[in-house]
């Protein structure tokens, strides 16, 4: 499979038109259950309802780092001619943006990580504020949509020098 920055950037976007997507979908569920209490099943209460509205926005970060994550590891294993390379996020970070051309500025990788950091604390549930005051997920695409412009075009045949 031939690996192309805008193909990623697209899985990006797409992540959060699902996330607008589910958010509507909940946030109209909740409303008609004020209307008609017993819509649900009898395997989904109220209070999932009520949490799927809080938690919405945590979930579709996670995803959408998961596929920044990805696009980091494709590009890694494609510039080190490695299928089998493994590192973490924030040493693809680094590593990735310290390397590439001049190197992507340090306050891009900082957004970067402050996504990643986001994600972490989202993942391992040490939420400190809710998802929405932390960083809202469009805001957090864009810092990762950022970082991913100074990929290169494509990927597959990378000449290391």
């Known amino acids: 499979m031939q690996n192309r920055r805008f193909d990623w950037h697209e899985r990006i976007k797409a992540i959060e038109g699902e996330f607008k997507a589910a958010k509507l979908a909940v946030l109209r569920l909740k409303h008609q259950l004020d209307e008609v209490p017993n819509i649900l ?26 596929v920044f994550e990805a696009t980091l590891k494709s590009y890694d294993r494609a510039r080190h001619k490695d299928p089998t390379r493994k590192n973490d996020a924030a040493v693809l970070i680094d590593s990735t943006g310290g390397r590439r051309g001049q190197g992507i500025s340090a306050s891009i990788r900082k957004a970067a990580h402050l996504v990643r950091e986001l994600r972490n604390d989202w993942a391992h549930e040490n939420n400190r504020l809710p998802i929405e005051l932390a960083m809202p997920l469009a805001e957090a695409r864009a810092k990762l949509q950022n970082y991913l412009s100074w990929l290169p075009d494509e990927w597959d045949d990378l000449i290391v020098l």
Do not use: K, M, P
């Not at 949490?51 to 780092?65: D, H």
């Open 41 to 66: 099943g009898s395997d989904v209460s109220r209070a999932h309802v009520n949490n799927a509205t809080i938690n919405i926005e945590g979930t579709y970060i996670v995803r959408l780092f998961a």
